[in-house]
């Protein structure tokens, strides 16, 4: 594990850029693990900012989102797929048809999260994962439990999740979905790097998952095991 402190924002956006964008300069094809949250906005800015200077092309790239609100349509200003459209995907040139999200209005949310885990395979698995990590642990949607969960799956959100991201919500708490969908632990830990991104806010859990054991009451700390995984913190 390679753990990178750094002053600031600022600095993380640039170093996390650099590391995503070195992976696709070395693999133009590369399949990018991505994720949503305040927490990567600016390494987003920082790769539009670099494919707008023309020192980088997204063009034959794939992209795997961590996670999506189940119940909410891919227009709504809420969704993921809509963060990462208007964040990173309407501003580089990523083919659409290469940017994949799982869909949160499926009809069958199980089949939704059999059909990802079969278009993660197809596309060779993914070759770098960005994460961010909730204050609980979480890594994508996989939430404190008394066991790992390996597959993709339907998860009811836990309550302090849908506390922290009901800001985002016009009226708040009410119109928070209760379920998303999200990759499990095993092609998070299938990735083949793993970059994982915390502002200082996350100072305490940074800790717990990082010098704690590893446990599923802190998913985060599987990523222990990981062997080529880098964490890029701020300091303040
Ligand atoms: P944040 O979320 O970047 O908005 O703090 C991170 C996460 O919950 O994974």
Not at 8 to 14: D, H, L, R, S, Y
Not at 24 to 33: A, D, F, N, Q, T
Not at 42 to 48: G, I, L, P, S
Not at 75 to 89: A, C
Request: hydrophobic share 40%; aromatic share 8%.
């Amino acid at each position: 594990m390679k753990w990178i402190k750094v002053k600031n924002k600022t600095e993380m956006a640039c170093i996390a850029a650099d590391i995503l964008c070195a992976q696709v300069l070395l693999k133009p094809e590369s399949v990018l693990g991505l994720a949503t949250g305040s927490t990567p906005l600016c390494v987003y800015e920082n790769m539009v900012k670099r494919y707008q200077e023309k020192k980088i092309s997204f063009a034959d790239s794939k992209t795997v989102n961590l996670d999506e609100y189940y119940g909410i349509q891919p227009s709504d200003e809420q969704s993921y797929r809509y963060y990462m459209d208007t964040n990173l995907f309407h501003h580089i040139d990523i083919p659409p048809e290469n940017a994949h999200v799982m869909n949160g209005m499926a009809k069958d949310a199980d089949e939704e999260c059999r059909r990802f885990t079969g278009l993660i395979h197809a596309l060779g698995g993914i070759d770098m994962q960005l994460l961010g990590i909730g204050h609980n642990g979480h890594i994508g949607f996989n939430e404190p439990d008394d066991h790992f969960t390996m597959d993709t799956y339907c998860v009811t959100l836990s309550e302090s999740t849908r506390k922290a991201n009901a800001i985002y919500f016009k009226n708040g708490l009410s119109d928070m979905p209760e379920k998303a969908l999200t990759m499990g632990i095993r092609p998070i830990m299938q990735a083949r790097r793993v970059l994982l991104i915390a502002g200082a806010d996350k100072k305490d859990i940074l800790q717990a998952a990082f010098n704690g054991p590893v446990t599923p009451q802190v998913p985060a700390s599987i990523l222990q095991l990981h062997r080529r995984l880098t964490v890029v913190s701020c300091e303040e």
